[in-house]
């Protein structure tokens, strides 16, 4: 399958780096093609810069390393071209609050997971990865010894998770179902499965599994970086 990162920021960046020296093929997209052309070039003979929209023609896989509210556009503009794909969505609904943290831009009982569901068109394969983790965690806790870190996934599409999940395990972290896309909320940034959740910290498969069958908090998350975001 033919995968592509949209996205060349904090998260878009990580996620093909770790991806391309696992021996994964990518396509890199962002805004600037010059910026995009420059990273690739730093990636290596994985990684081929393309633009937004060849990455939607070529792909079968789109990984959406973008805002939350530049997904909605993009699906806006896209729209029947998505039909059929895998989309990955590691987004956290969040902007700075002015006050040196965080707010939640969507309602307080709502995922981007789930509206990014309703939003793509039928036939659209949606799976919720690679946004449990923060930015820091996602550069340095990548093949981590002697227990891989986790990273949670969400998805009602269970063949689309087994590709996601390879994924996962080719950027160096250990891929643990969390439910359907319903679950997205508890990955997500006020999410008791993020790392700035409940769990306050990367998690093994053992830690992760026990996670899962607590009952769900959505307090407020420390604090975070600039370097936390797309």
């Known amino acids: 399958m033919t995968i592509a990162i ?8 990580r996620l093909a780096s770790h991806l391309t020296e696992g021996g994964v093929d990518i396509l890199l997209a962002g805004r600037e093609l010059d910026e995009t052309c420059s990273q690739a070039l730093e990636l290596g003979a994985y990684a081929t810069a393309v633009t937004v929209d060849e990455a939607v023609e070529r792909a079968e896989i789109l990984i959406l390393a973008v ?4 997904i909605r556009e993009l699906v806006a503009t896209y729209g ?17 609050d002015g006050q040196g943290g965080f707010v939640k831009t969507i309602g307080a009982d709502e995922s981007s997971g789930q509206l990014l569901a309703a939003l793509l068109p039928a036939g659209t394969r949606l799976v919720k990865a690679f946004g449990t983790l923060s930015a820091e965690s996602l550069d340095t806790a990548a ?3 002697p227990e891989l870190a986790v990273a949670f996934y969400a998805t ?6 087994k590709v996601v999940a390879q994924l996962i395990s080719a950027a160096g972290f250990d891929p643990v179902h969390a439910g359907g896309i319903d679950a997205s909320i508890r990955l997500e940034v006020f999410g008791d499965l993020h790392e700035f959740g409940a769990l306050g910290r990367t998690v093994n498969r053992a830690e992760a599994e026990a996670a899962l069958t607590t009952s769900v908090s959505m307090d407020p998350p420390a604090r975070l970086n600039a370097a936390d975001r797309p």
């Open 80 to 96: 029947d071209r998505l039909r059929g794909k895998i989309i990955v969505d590691p987004s956290n609904p969040i902007a700075p």
């Open 67 to 70: 805002w939350f509210d530049t």
């Open 156 to 161: 009602d599409d269970e063949a689309a998770g």
């Open 6 to 13: 949209i996205g060349t920021g904090n998260i878009g960046r």
């Open 143 to 145: 093949h981590r010894t």
